[in-house]
């Protein structure tokens, strides 16, 4: 190997925050004036290029290197609105160890020169400087240097300006370890010298048999993935975030909300309603912890009315839906009790819906295309109290002064929260929303988040409070879950590879008999005319899907035991039902993977059957996908090489790794490197020299190329 990185900055989305490259390869930001812009001189290639302003602070980015070495060879385009007005203002590029001790720093002199500082600081001492000036300000201009450091006093650098070699310097002593990170171009304590700015960085080594010297004016080019090739096993949700901003709670050390005052619009009555949000969980719910996800509940000075929260498995495991009266603890009714375990980082949509007396729950299970009924229709015409507790977008109240109950606030991110006042929105299941939620004459408060504040787009325009650091944030901060839709590097949106679980569907004609049985894994319901309270057995109701739904309420552990199930019934620990429109419903293995498929889907009934003897399309390890991508600029003869990024994580705590490859009409033409997955996303970066027995790629081999990504277990 020897391209070691190239960085064209035109990959971390809009700018001006240079947080996107943070949460990748690039391991800081040093002062408060680095940011990517497209200046108005134009960036050098693409859209978007580093800029460090002056100031009077030390401001530069720091990136490790992809292996350490003695040898390296780095490139890049560089423009300065001025010369700087003071020595070692501005520096080109600086050399650090694995510890940070910076070893070398390359400056550039007031009247244009170019300096070799060697020491630990980027004001040390000037070891050379070319004989005259070599750069100019107001224009873009080629820099490469090529440097080699050993333990002794052999070392050397090599400076070229547009091609033109400005500095040969030997038996140089460079202290320090071996280099193992770059200082970007920087500003050292400079004032009134206006902005630097650095585009097309590429960085090489010596080590392979390609782009191992200097090689003169190189351009990075930026190409997105813009069409999908074959995607066999790679999951095609559609939950993800929606729009660009959401509302980041990510503290374990603290529980944070956005609070609103007390108000008649989010008082419900006994009225119609909606209240819908998406939520993604940064972890699983502490056992003996109640997260409110939405809610108006103040328990002291019995201030409760309504809450949406979710239990941890020590109190409930569940999804639920609670009201009060009278405010009271011994008023509360749970309208809704859904067993639910979160996959954590993982959008789902959530809403609730009461229209006339009938209540529902709706939640967008991962392996599901839309928002899903969960559980039964309720019946729900209590008249929810009337008190003073705030709105909470996450947690529940303790007082005024201390609003958030400890370990009762949601750690994760929320986006698209609405409420409806007057009106149910939701009466069957619906689409996973796509797009902003809209304001119609019932909505009571709005939070999209994508103007990157709290603000209420309801024409109440309520100002709410974000506590203990609550933030609102662009998703490149917090990463959205997945797409199979052509992917943007700027964007946050995943192609997913995961297990996929095994599904099944229970259809009936009509009611089934008594004693007739339905299996489904290792468990096994019985239906019966009069309900004996015994462990799965499941009341036959009045019609055939009062009976599906009391088998459903069964096999999740819903409401209903001792009057529809029998009460010793346990949780089905190998699927879950969720009911479809007519009389058939959908089964789910809860373990994802080819395993499900040997989960049993059996029946006795002379009224109905399952789709198959097995829950079926379990899958374990998805083949490999593949990406098409978009066309090099037309002026482009060659190309070096090639540096592929992907963002990547799982979500299960079982062995998974990704390997990224680089496909062109021949067949693969190089392999990166298959690396372990954790459970939070971190960016991933291979870069592929050309074949040297090929002399270069043709532009015609890269508009004909794919990235192929594979996942193995």
Same mark, same amino acid.
């Given at each position: 190997?020897?391209l070691?990185?190239?960085?064209?900055?035109?990959?971390?989305?809009?700018?001006?925050?240079?947080?996107?490259?943070?949460?990748?390869?690039?391991?800081?930001?040093?002062?408060?004036g680095?940011?990517?812009?497209?200046?108005?001189?134009?960036?050098?290639?693409?859209?978007?290029?580093?800029?460090?302003?002056?100031?009077?602070?030390?401001?530069?980015?720091?990136?490790?290197?992809?292996?350490?070495?003695?040898?390296?060879?780095?490139?890049?385009?560089?423009?300065?609105?001025?010369?700087?007005?003071?020595?070692?203002?501005?520096?080109l590029?600086?050399?650090?160890?694995?510890?940070?001790?910076?070893?070398?720093?390359?400056?550039?002199?007031?009247?244009?020169?170019?300096?070799?500082?060697?020491?630990?600081?980027?004001?040390?001492?000037?070891?050379?400087?070319?004989?005259?000036?070599?750069l100019?300000?107001?224009?873009?201009?080629?820099?490469?240097?090529?440097?080699?450091?050993?333990?002794?006093?052999?070392?050397?650098?090599?400076?070229?300006?547009?091609?033109?070699?400005?500095?040969?310097?030997?038996?140089?002593?460079?202290?320090?370890?071996?280099?193992?990170?770059?200082?970007?171009?920087?500003?050292?304590?400079?004032?009134?010298?206006?902005?630097?700015?650095?585009?097309?960085?590429?960085?090489?080594?010596?080590?392979?048999?390609?782009?191992?010297?200097?090689?003169?004016d190189?351009?990075?080019?930026?190409?997105?993935?813009?069409?999908?090739?074959?995607?066999?096993?790679?999951?095609?949700?559609?939950?993800?975030?929606?729009?660009?901003?959401?509302?980041?709670?990510?503290?374990?050390?603290?529980?944070?909300?956005?609070?609103?005052?007390?108000?008649?619009?989010?008082?419900?009555?006994?009225?119609?309603?909606?209240?819908?949000c998406?939520?993604r969980?940064?972890?699983?719910?502490?056992?003996?912890?109640?997260?409110?996800?939405?809610?108006?509940?103040?328990?002291?000075?019995?201030?409760?009315?309504?809450?949406?929260?979710?239990?941890?498995?020590?109190?409930?495991?569940?999804?639920?839906?609670?009201?009060?009266?009278?405010?009271?603890?011994?008023?509360?009714?749970?309208?809704?009790?859904?067993?639910?375990?979160?996959?954590?980082?993982?959008?789902?949509?959530?809403?609730?819906?009461?229209?006339?007396?009938?209540?529902?729950?709706?939640?967008?299970?991962?392996?599901?295309?839309?928002?899903?009924q969960?559980?039964?229709?309720?019946?729900?015409?209590?008249?929810?109290?009337?008190?003073?507790?705030?709105?909470?977008?996450?947690g529940?109240?303790?007082?005024?002064?201390?609003?958030?109950?400890?370990g009762?606030?949601?750690?994760?991110?929320?986006?698209?929260?609405?409420?409806?006042?007057?009106?149910?929105?939701?009466?069957?299941?619906?689409?996973?929303?796509?797009?902003?939620?809209?304001?119609?004459?019932? !909505?009571?408060?709005? %939070?999209?988040? &994508? *103007?990157?504040?709290?603000?209420?787009?309801?024409?109440? /325009?309520?100002? =709410? @409070? +974000?506590?203990?650091?609550?933030?609102?944030?662009?998703?490149?901060?917090?990463?959205?879950?997945? !797409?199979?839709?052509? %992917?943007?590097? &700027? *964007?946050?949106?995943?192609?997913?590879?995961?297990?996929? /679980?095994?599904? =099944? @569907? +229970?259809?009936?004609?009509?009611?089934?008999?008594?004693?007739?049985?339905?299996?489904?894994?290792?468990?096994?319901?019985?239906?019966?005319?009069?309900?004996?309270?015994?462990?799965?057995?499941?009341?036959?109701?009045?019609?055939?899907?009062?009976?599906?739904?009391?088998?459903?309420?069964?096999?999740?552990?819903?409401?209903?035991?001792?009057?529809?199930?029998?009460?010793a019934?346990?949780?089905?620990?190998?699927?879950?039902?969720?009911?479809?429109?007519?009389?058939q419903?959908?089964?789910?293995?809860?373990?994802?993977?080819?395993?499900?498929?040997?989960?049993?889907?059996?029946?006795?009934l002379?009224?109905?059957?399952?789709?198959?003897?097995?829950?079926?399309?379990?899958?374990?390890?998805?083949?490999?996908?593949?990406?098409?991508?978009?066309?090099?600029?037309?002026?482009?003869?060659?190309?070096?090489?090639?540096?592929?990024?992907?963002?990547?994580?799982?979500?299960?705590?079982?062995?998974?790794?990704?390997?990224?490859?680089?496909?062109t009409?021949?067949?693969?033409?190089?392999?990166?490197?298959?690396?372990?997955?954790?459970?939070?996303?971190?960016?991933?970066?291979?870069?592929?020299?050309?074949?040297?027995?090929?002399?270069?790629?043709?532009?015609?081999?890269?508009?004909?190329?794919?990235?192929?990504?594979?996942?193995?277990?």
């Amino acid at each position: 190997m020897a391209l070691q990185w190239m960085d064209g900055f035109d990959h971390y989305g809009p700018g001006p925050s240079v947080a996107p490259m943070l949460d990748g390869a690039w391991a800081q930001e040093v002062g408060a004036g680095v940011d990517l812009v497209a200046p108005g001189v134009g960036a050098r290639t693409g859209e978007m290029c580093l800029r460090v302003q002056s100031g009077s602070n030390d401001n530069y980015m720091r990136r490790v290197l992809t292996t350490a070495t003695d040898n390296l060879i780095v490139g890049f385009g560089t423009y300065m609105d001025s010369l700087p007005s003071g020595n070692a203002d501005f520096y080109l590029m600086g050399f650090l160890s694995g510890t940070n001790a910076l070893m070398a720093t390359v400056s550039v002199g007031t009247t244009g020169t170019i300096e070799l500082r060697i020491g630990t600081s980027p004001n040390s001492a000037i070891e050379a400087v070319t004989t005259g000036p070599v750069l100019v300000a107001g224009s873009w201009q080629h820099v490469e240097m090529e440097i080699f450091r050993d333990a002794g006093s052999s070392g050397t650098f090599v400076c070229n300006v547009d091609g033109v070699e400005v500095l040969n310097l030997s038996g140089l002593t460079f202290g320090g370890d071996t280099i193992a990170q770059l200082r970007s171009a920087g500003v050292y304590f400079g004032t009134g010298s206006g902005s630097h700015y650095q585009d097309d960085l590429i960085v090489k080594d010596t080590s392979g048999t390609a782009n191992n010297a200097i090689q003169g004016d190189l351009r990075v080019a930026t190409l997105n993935p813009i069409a999908n090739g074959v995607n066999q096993g790679w999951a095609t949700g559609s939950i993800q975030h929606i729009g660009t901003g959401v509302m980041d709670l990510i503290d374990t050390t603290t529980d944070k909300a956005i609070t609103y005052a007390d108000d008649a619009e989010f008082e419900f009555g006994a009225g119609d309603f909606t209240i819908e949000c998406a939520v993604r969980f940064n972890e699983t719910v502490p056992d003996d912890d109640t997260w409110g996800i939405l809610s108006k509940w103040l328990a002291l000075g019995d201030q409760r009315s309504w809450r949406l929260g979710i239990n941890g498995a020590s109190v409930g495991g569940d999804l639920f839906f609670e009201t009060c009266e009278d405010g009271t603890n011994g008023d509360v009714v749970k309208v809704h009790s859904y067993a639910f375990v979160p996959i954590v980082n993982r959008w789902y949509y959530i809403a609730v819906s009461r229209d006339g007396t009938d209540s529902r729950m709706f939640l967008s299970e991962p392996t599901l295309g839309q928002v899903e009924q969960v559980g039964t229709t309720q019946t729900d015409s209590r008249t929810y109290y009337d008190g003073t507790a705030l709105l909470l977008v996450s947690g529940s109240e303790e007082t005024g002064s201390t609003p958030i109950i400890d370990g009762t606030a949601v750690t994760g991110w929320f986006d698209a929260v609405r409420l409806t006042k007057g009106a149910a929105l939701y009466t069957a299941n619906f689409p996973t929303p796509t797009d902003p939620l809209t304001v119609d004459a019932n !909505t009571s408060l709005l %939070l999209n988040f &994508d *103007d990157l504040s709290n603000t209420d787009e309801s024409t109440n /325009a309520f100002v =709410g @409070t +974000l506590r203990n650091s609550a933030a609102v944030i662009f998703p490149a901060d917090s990463v959205a879950y997945q !797409t199979i839709q052509s %992917l943007d590097p &700027d *964007d946050n949106d995943f192609v997913e590879a995961e297990l996929v /679980a095994a599904t =099944g @569907t +229970l259809t009936l004609t009509d009611q089934p008999l008594d004693t007739e049985t339905v299996t489904l894994g290792s468990f096994t319901y019985t239906f019966q005319t009069v309900l004996v309270d015994a462990a799965f057995n499941v009341l036959i109701g009045a019609d055939a899907e009062e009976s599906l739904d009391n088998l459903l309420a069964a096999v999740n552990l819903e409401a209903g035991a001792g009057t529809t199930y029998g009460t010793a019934t346990t949780l089905n620990t190998d699927a879950f039902l969720t009911d479809l429109t007519g009389l058939q419903v959908f089964a789910t293995a809860r373990a994802a993977g080819a395993a499900g498929n040997s989960l049993a889907s059996t029946e006795t009934l002379t009224n109905g059957s399952w789709s198959a003897g097995t829950l079926l399309g379990g899958l374990d390890i998805p083949t490999n996908s593949e990406f098409t991508v978009s066309a090099l600029p037309p002026e482009v003869t060659g190309v070096r090489g090639v540096s592929v990024i992907s963002r990547s994580f799982k979500t299960d705590n079982g062995s998974s790794s990704l390997q990224m490859s680089f496909v062109t009409d021949g067949g693969v033409s190089d392999q990166g490197t298959d690396r372990p997955m954790g459970l939070s996303p971190v960016y991933y970066e291979d870069t592929f020299d050309l074949n040297p027995a090929a002399g270069s790629w043709t532009p015609t081999d890269i508009v004909g190329s794919r990235i192929r990504l594979d996942r193995t277990l």
